[in-house]
């Protein structure tokens, strides 16, 4: 009885399963997406040239979910918001944090992992203290935050820049992500600064961080969103983790 | 008007049967939707594992992995001996320790917290003297073991959660599992109680139908019928009783007709055809049997002179009271018709013509002693002349030819007499007075 009761139960409930199953209404299709190149570990360029990182892998098995074919494009922190709002890419494959400005002018996937930020200064130095040039990567979350507090900023176009002021003594401190804080402790340079890492408890440089999708393209939410899902449960998302970062990150 | 009120109280088998097929589809109608309740249950708890618990579960176990990176870097600190080292496992203690997926747990950010402090109060201090970090070893192992306390309580609550949704699935598919049991029986039920009425109401009605079709006759009584609640049974079995009471009325008429076709209208007696018949058949039985059987014509004597004098009624009223006394004198085996105005044809089986002789002349008799009286008031007396053959060893054709000559003969021999075939040939030549009928 429990036996015939299991199968009336799955013609009832595989059929709704399959239709809500893999196949996907961007199958086939050619997504252009964005990525920056000098960003490790979450996007860069391995040895042989081939970009890769934590958001570059999310974004490839994200496509292989939607059964969709990615085209990769590079780009700057600070140009690839308006770019995909013009239409000029599919998706972002950069990690963003949702402000009010981006909503304005992107569809937000679902966060895809959740980042905070570190104010990296010798220690004793306090945030906006006077005399500090403070570096942070141009059009990201924490220059606009260090310039709404007034703070003297040194701008860098790429995280892989970042390190460089604060060895040359161009710069005191620095806001950065702390995945980009972590690649910069690989440094042994930046390491010999023996800059205190404090974590700023400041709402709009902490939380969820997603992928930026064109408003031309709203479709494309719900599929990135169900295939987001898909990886996280499948397990593909956990061996990216593994492979780029030291923890979990979602 | 009995079968009105009959009808009046029964009811119609397609409204019956209708109300069933109603009651049947409401009552299963409600089964099917509590099973489609308890089917929603076990769907929305799959549905709960699915979109939440699962993605719940994942949380837990990247809680886990973190609460476990967080005891492997504390490891790492105590173990090696470069500060640089030390310093990017005190880096990546503090982002885990601050990260969202710590904080959102309260246990396991307090742990994080302690765990963040003490390793970076270790850190601090091997900056100063690098042996200082064993000394702290212990207390260490003792945050190390309620770290991975910590761990195994968070993957025993993502645990729970599929343990809570799948105890919801269960008792779902268990309370189904007996409701679809429930419906079983109800189905059977119902089945039980669908046969009992169609063959109480439908069945047996048709099969006593059936009988009294089969057995529908006029010589049967009228079919009975146990009283049936369905009103077209009814009608079937009303028409059934008209159709009987049709044929015995049917037969009646026919009983009439065969009469009026058999018999003589003004004696009763049978007519020459119906008594060629019968003669007939009880010719051919006397002679397969070697019976004796003997045949007579008989002619009223002077009939057309009476006809004549007393006018037709009087001869009519004549024929018929010839006709009574013919039924008092002769045997009830005897068969005897009107063969035609005042002649008579007889048959008398199993005797010969000499017993059939005595028959005759006691008839002879019995109609020269009757006074008829006429209905103005005077009577007369008729005689007969009676011709005998017998008939045990030809046609009956033959027979009353003979018979006829007898009574030929008996006419010659002067009327009121009795000629048995073969006696008297001689008085068709000369006619005979002494039985000259009288007339009043």
């Known amino acids: 009885m429990p036996r015939r009761l299991l199968f009336l139960l799955l013609c009832l409930v595989l059929p709704v399963g399959m239709a809500a199953g893999v196949e996907s209404s961007v199958s086939g299709q050619t997504l252009r997406v964005l990525v920056l190149d000098d960003a490790p570990p979450l996007s860069y360029r391995d040895r042989s040239g081939q970009l890769t990182g934590f958001n570059v892998e999310i974004v490839r098995a994200l496509c292989r979910e939607m059964q969709a074919r990615c085209l990769f494009d590079v780009t700057t922190q600070g140009a690839v918001v308006d770019a995909v709002a013009q239409g000029k890419a599919d998706i972002a494959g950069v990690g963003l944090q949702e402000t009010p400005e981006r909503q304005g002018k992107l569809i937000f996937a679902k966060p895809h992992y959740r980042s905070l930020s570190l104010w990296l200064a010798p220690r004793g130095v306090q945030p906006g203290q006077p005399g500090l040039k403070v570096a942070v990567v141009g059009g990201s979350e924490q220059e606009y935050y260090a310039r709404r507090q007034g703070w003297a900023t040194l701008d860098v176009s790429t995280y892989g820049e970042l390190g460089e002021p604060l060895i040359a003594g161009r710069a005191q401190a620095a806001v950065v992500p702390m995945i980009s804080a972590l690649n910069l402790q690989k440094s042994e340079a930046f390491r010999q600064l023996d800059l205190v890492p404090v974590v700023m408890r400041i709402p709009e440089l902490a939380g969820d961080i997603a992928f930026g999708i064109s408003p031309r393209r709203p479709e494309l939410k719900e599929e990135i969103n169900a295939a987001l899902d898909r990886i996280k449960r499948n397990g593909t998302y956990d061996r990216i983790n593994s492979r780029f970062l030291p923890f979990r990150v979602s | ?440």
Not at chain 2, 6 to 21: C, I, M, N, P, T
Not at chain 2, 71 to 92: D, K, P, Y
Not at chain 2, 184 to 197: I, K, R
Request: proline share 4%.
């Open chain 2, 1 to 440: 008007m009995s079968a009105v009120i009959k009808r009046q109280r029964g009811f119609s088998a397609s409204r019956a049967f209708a109300l069933l097929a109603a009651v049947f589809l409401v009552i299963f109608g409600a089964a099917v939707v509590l099973l489609a309740h308890d089917q929603q249950r076990v769907i929305d708890a799959t549905s709960r594992l699915q979109e939440q618990t699962v993605p719940e579960i994942i949380r837990f176990q990247r809680l886990a992995r973190n609460l476990e990176q967080l005891r492997q870097e504390g490891e790492r600190i105590f173990a090696v001996n470069s500060h640089a080292s030390r310093q990017q496992s005190m880096f990546v203690v503090t982002l885990i320790a601050s990260h969202p997926s710590i904080l959102e747990h309260p246990p396991a950010a307090q742990l994080a917290r302690e765990t963040e402090q003490f390793l970076s109060e270790i850190v601090r201090q091997s900056v100063r003297d690098d042996r200082r970090p064993a000394a702290y070893y212990d207390e260490w192992q003792r945050l190390a073991a309620r770290l991975g306390t910590q761990v195994d309580d968070v993957s025993i609550q993502g645990v729970d959660l599929v343990t809570s949704d799948l105890n919801v699935a269960t008792e779902a598919m268990k309370l189904a599992r007996y409701k679809l049991m429930a419906v079983l029986l109800l189905f059977g039920l119902f089945l039980l109680v669908f046969v009992v009425l169609v063959r109480s109401y439908l069945i047996k009605p048709l099969q006593a139908i059936d009988r009294a079709l089969s057995n529908l006759s006029v010589v049967q009584p009228a079919p009975e019928f146990p009283p049936t609640a369905m009103r077209e049974i009814q009608a079937v079995e009303e028409a059934i009783r008209e159709q009987h009471a049709l044929l015995i009325q049917n037969e009646q008429v026919r009983h009439v007709l065969e009469q009026l076709a058999n018999k003589d209208g003004l004696t009763g007696l049978m007519n020459r055809r119906h008594f060629m018949q019968v003669a007939e058949v009880e010719l051919q039985r006397a002679q397969r049997y070697r019976r004796p059987v003997t045949v007579a014509m008989a002619d009223l004597d002077y009939f057309k002179k009476l006809n004549d004098t007393y006018g037709h009624a009087a001869g009519d009223l004549v024929l018929k009271t010839f006709a009574d006394l013919v039924r008092e004198a002769l045997r009830q085996s005897d068969l005897v018709c009107r063969y035609g105005g005042e002649e008579f044809a007889f048959l008398f089986p199993e005797i010969d013509p000499g017993d059939a002789a005595k028959l005759a002349e006691r008839l002879r008799l019995r109609c020269s002693e009757t006074e008829i009286a006429l209905p103005d008031g005077r009577s007369v007396k008729v005689t007969v002349s009676i011709g005998l053959a017998d008939a045990s060893e030809c046609p009956i054709e033959i027979a009353l030819k003979r018979a006829d000559e007898a009574l030929y003969d008996a006419k010659h021999l002067g009327r009121n007499t009795i000629v048995l075939a073969g006696e008297h040939t001689e008085a068709r030549t000369e006619s005979a007075e002494p039985y000259t009928a009288r007339l009043f």
